[in-house]
C-alpha cells in the first residue's frame, strides 16, 4: 500500500467491540468527523455492507461517494475502494485490528485520495493525515465510551 498516509491509535476496547464499530457503517455520522451521512447500497451473503453511499466532509473537500467493501480478511481488516464520487478519482483505505489483550486493541488505518482538480501532492497528504488522525481520536473517544 504505498503512497497511503497511515495512522495507528491504541484504544482501551476488545478487537470484536471495535470490529462492531466499523461494521456499522450506518452509525458512522453519530461519532465520525468526517462522514455526515451513509446509506448501504448492498450487503454480502453475510449480511456485510458490500457497498454504500456516504457524504464526506474533511476539511475543504465535500463529497459524495460510493464505496465498495471488502470484508475477506475481517475481523482483522476491513478495506474499501472507491466506485464512483463527484471530485474523487481514488479513495481506498483499510483499517486492521491487532488485540494487545482482551480489553486493548491497536487498529491502523490507512488511507489514500486523488481529487480531479489539481492539487499539490503536499496538501493531498496533509489532509490524508489529518483525516485519518481525525477519525482514529473519533474511534477511540467512541469506543472507550
Do not use: C
Not at 41 to 53: F, I, L, M, T
Not at 115 to 133: F, G, H, Y
Request: no cysteine; aromatic share 6%; proline share 3%.
Amino acid at each position: 500500500m504505498s503512497d497511503y498516509s497511515a495512522g495507528t491509535a491504541t484504544i482501551e476496547a476488545s478487537a470484536e467491540d471495535i470490529f462492531a464499530i466499523l461494521k456499522d457503517l450506518e452509525s458512522y455520522p453519530q461519532w465520525s468527523a468526517s462522514i455526515k451521512s451513509v446509506e448501504i447500497a448492498e450487503r454480502d451473503g453475510s449480511g456485510n455492507p458490500s457497498k454504500a453511499n456516504l457524504k464526506v466532509e474533511a476539511g475543504v473537500l465535500k463529497d459524495r461517494v460510493s464505496l465498495d467493501y471488502d470484508w475477506s480478511k475481517a475481523p482483522n481488516e476491513i478495506s474499501f475502494t472507491l466506485e464512483d464520487a463527484g471530485l474523487l478519482t481514488e479513495m481506498s483505505g483499510v483499517f486492521t485490528l491487532k488485540s494487545l489483550d482482551a480489553d486493548t486493541t491497536e487498529v491502523s488505518y490507512k488511507l489514500k485520495v486523488a481529487l480531479s482538480m489539481p492539487v499539490p501532492d503536499i496538501m493531498r497528504k496533509k489532509q490524508e493525515q489529518a483525516t485519518i488522525d481525525q477519525e482514529l481520536a473519533k474511534l477511540k473517544t467512541h469506543a472507550e465510551g
